[in-house]
Every structure is written in C-alpha cells, then in structure tokens.
C-alpha cells in the first residue's frame, strides 16, 4: 500500500490474525483505514466503524484493548445491505441486521489489538500500531531467504 508520510509522521499500520472460528462468520473494518496518517496535533480521537457477522444463536461484541484497558462495545447499528450481500438473504428483518459498529476512543499512541467477543470467547483479529514510512517497508519487503532455505520449501 503506498501513502505519503513525512519522517515524523506515522501512519496506522494492520496486521491482521487468522482467525478460524465458527461462530464468527465475516467482518469488516470500514475506519480507520490503514494508512491513516497523524499529522494533526489536534486529533484526539480514533474512530471505529464497521461490521460482523456471527452465528445469531450467540451474543457479540466488539473490543480494542490499549494494553491498558479492554474497551467493549455492542453491535448498535443495523446494517441490513451487509446481511443481504454477505448472507443472500432480507437483511432488514434478519436477526443479524443490527450487525454494525461505530466507536471513538482517545487517540491510541500505544499499538493496540481489536477483536470480538463471540459466545463468551474473546476473538483477537488484528493488531495496530502508528509506525515511519520506513518501518512499513519493512516489514512489507519480502523476508530474504539462503539457497538452502529456498531449496528446502
């Protein structure tokens, strides 16, 4: 992903985890976008918005932990266009169309995980840190591999 930051400048970084859980079926993270630069001393909060789907027999909710506190937040927002596309099925009267999320927490200088509790088990699914344009490239280049690794995979 390319993004223009200057050498003090950070910008959000996402790893995400792999998560192979029944319960939880699909989710997205529609903010904060990766990329997101901090270049405004004035910005003090984070906003979160997105979506999940989950099986609807379970309860869920939505957390960030800042490695201070765990911040837990309910689906509170229907999204009945997500039900229908992702489940092919009317979202508006679905037990799933409240499937939405939208939170602002104090800006996060710390890295900090996001996940969701399904069915009373807490579901890491991504890990974000503000880091330099040079530390993403980083991180992004391909790990370099010797003749005898490479051969061996």
């Known amino acids: 992903m390319a993004m223009t930051v200057t050498a003090n400048q950070r910008a959000l970084y996402f790893t995400r985890q792999k998560s192979d859980i029944s319960s939880?079926?699909?989710?997205?993270?529609?903010?904060?976008?990766?990329?997101?630069?901090?270049?405004?001393?004035?910005?003090?909060?984070?906003?979160?918005?997105?979506?999940?789907?989950y099986e609807p027999i379970y309860q869920a909710t939505v957390w960030v932990d800042d490695g201070q506190q765990r911040h837990s937040f309910e689906l509170t927002i229907d999204r009945p266009s997500v039900v229908e596309k992702k489940l092919g099925v009317d979202g508006e009267k679905h037990p799933l169309c409240r499937c939405g999320f939208q939170f602002e927490l104090p800006l996060l200088e710390l890295p900090f995980e996001f996940g969701f509790r399904v069915n009373g088990q807490s579901i890491k699914v991504l890990d974000g840190q503000w880091l330099t344009e040079q530390q993403i490239a980083d991180l992004q280049q391909p790990k370099k591999r010797s003749l005898w690794q490479r051969l061996l995979t």
Do not use: Y
């Open 24 to 53: 939880l079926w699909s989710w997205h993270l529609d903010s904060p976008k990766a990329g997101l630069s901090r270049h405004n001393s004035s910005e003090l909060n984070l906003k979160f918005q997105g979506w999940l789907l």
